[in-house]
């Protein structure tokens, strides 16, 4: 690896402040949704079947099981779980706020290790019916750019989100609204024959908002999400920056925990 050089330090912060902007972004496009419509005594333009309608209807809407595992080349250890603690089929509180923390964080984790075509795939799978599909590609296009940034200067790349505590703000048998807080941390390193600028560790603390919808099919489904920073913990007086060289050393034997319980 190329040990960081002093004279792109500038460049590469003001990477890693593009590359957040867009993990920022990716975090609160998904149902476009006001504040205003997405009270949870407003539901969302679509029919909540419950298991006995859906026996008796001839269309459903039809998920498929599982996306296609289709990685970017050397990653194939992070394997997609399309419902990783199995809480999708759980039409309780507990289920719900479990399916939110999946999704803002194991999913989301998941989409940058994707190629485009699965990463799609996988969104689809977790989105209500109702979902703009329109939401979804500019999502797709936002990993992307940030999957290229960090890949661009062809050394390791860290990209992790962790749920850190939930609350459920409100719940009934259709519907459901989880807020998660998150932590996510974005680093890389470059490769010393491609040259290029290394983007610095940076972590972000975030707090996403996740509505879900049941689906007799496929189980809690998204409906919306949306994303506001904070709160955000102050630096202990003993922590000091590491340089993108040092981060991605610290990590070299580490590998990315797969589920969040």
């Keep these: 690896m190329l040990r960081f050089i002093n004279s792109n330090r500038m460049a590469a912060v003001g990477l890693a402040a593009a590359v957040v902007l867009v993990v920022v972004t990716m975090f609160g496009r998904f149902g476009g949704q ?22 008796q209807d001839d269309g459903p809407t039809v998920r498929k099981d599982e996306p296609a595992v289709d990685t970017v080349p050397d990653q194939e250890r992070l394997t997609v779980p399309i419902d990783p603690s199995g809480s999708r089929s ?7 706020q479990q ?20 990463a799609s795939e996988l969104l689809t799978s977790w989105s ?7 939401d979804l590609d500019a999502e797709i296009d936002e990993v992307a750019t940030l999957r290229s940034t960090l890949m661009s200067g062809g050394g390791d790349l860290w990209w992790s989100v962790t749920p850190i505590a939930s609350h459920l703000d409100a719940f009934d048998a259709d ?14 390193d470059v490769d010393p024959q491609l040259g290029g600028d290394a983007v610095a560790p940076t972590v972000d603390f975030r707090t996403t908002v996740v509505d879900l919808v049941w689906d007799a099919t496929a189980g809690w489904s998204i409906w919306d999400t949306s994303s506001s920073p904070g709160p955000v913990p102050m630096m202990s007086a003993t922590s000091t920056m590491s340089s993108p060289t040092e981060f991605m050393d610290a990590l070299g034997d580490f590998t990315l925990t797969k589920e969040h319980s």
């Design 175 to 188: 519907r459901a609204r989880v807020s998660v807080w998150v932590v996510q941390v974005i680093g890389s």
């Design 99 to 118: 399916s939110a923390i999946d999704f803002a964080g194991t999913v989301q984790q998941r989409l940058l290790y994707l190629t485009e075509g699965a």
């Design 34 to 55: 006001s504040e205003t419509d997405r009270e949870l005594d407003q539901p969302p333009d679509t029919t909540v079947m419950t298991a006995a309608e859906s026996e």
């Design 90 to 96: 759980d039409r309780t509180e507990t289920g719900a």
């Design 128 to 134: 209500d019916a109702s979902a703009d599909l329109s």
